[in-house]
């Protein structure tokens, strides 16, 4: 769909690092993380998850990192009613809301499936749709850090929008290989001069 983004300018040495489905096992660690190269992300959180665990959904904000909303219970928009896709994600970033005192203005459909419905409520409350453009599959069981890290090198030009996971909604994940696949990224954004930002600040909002 032509009103969801899938990346960044490609003229300015910006990549966005975002992360699904938590706050999880894994988002104190990635702050750590960030924090220490300098780096922002943005944090694409599920309403369920948020309410499991306010504080961490609230220290994501206080480290200065952007936050979407990646609808209320991770259903496939695909495959629901149309009307059951939109109250998900509504209700995603009315919990969100309740918890961190303000609504989202970024919003990622659970498993990328933007419909028709949903993009034009997005675009009703004033909401950026956004995509992404690399994909670190982070979930698999038996990855490696480093595989995860291989599989984004390649698309880690300016604008590029990676998408990793701090948990994982429809399946459990293990820890190490975001956290290892994090940090050998962020090692691979200095060597290369690139600079990770939040969604909003790549698009210059």
Not at 12 to 24: C, E, I, N
Not at 46 to 65: C, F, I, S
Not at 85 to 114: C, I, K, Q, T
Request: proline fraction near 5%; hydrophobic fraction near 40%.
């Amino acid at each position: 769909m032509e009103s969801v983004i899938h990346r960044g300018d490609a003229s300015r040495p910006l990549v966005a690092l975002t992360y699904d489905d938590g706050p999880g096992r894994s988002t104190r660690s990635i702050l750590e993380l960030l924090t220490g190269h300098g780096a922002r992300a943005t944090f694409f959180m599920v309403g369920t998850e948020v309410e499991r665990d306010p504080d961490t959904a609230r220290a994501v904000v206080a480290a200065g990192h952007e936050v979407g909303s990646h609808s209320m219970n991770h259903l496939d928009h695909e495959e629901v009613p149309p009307a059951d896709a939109v109250a998900d994600m509504a209700e995603g970033a009315a919990a969100m809301s309740a918890v961190l005192g303000f609504e989202p203005n970024l919003y990622r459909a659970p498993y990328g499936h933007f419909t028709t419905e949903t993009v034009a409520e997005a675009r009703r409350r004033g909401w950026t749709c956004v995509h992404w453009s690399a994909l670190g599959e982070d979930w698999e069981e038996g990855v490696t850090g480093r595989e995860v890290a291989d599989r984004i090198v390649s698309h880690l030009a300016p604008g590029a929008i990676v998408l990793l996971h701090d948990s994982r909604r429809a399946k459990q994940m293990h820890p190490e290989p975001v956290e290892q696949g994090t940090a050998l990224l962020l090692e691979e954004l200095a060597r290369r001069g690139l600079r990770a930002v939040g969604i909003q600040e790549m698009l210059g909002a």
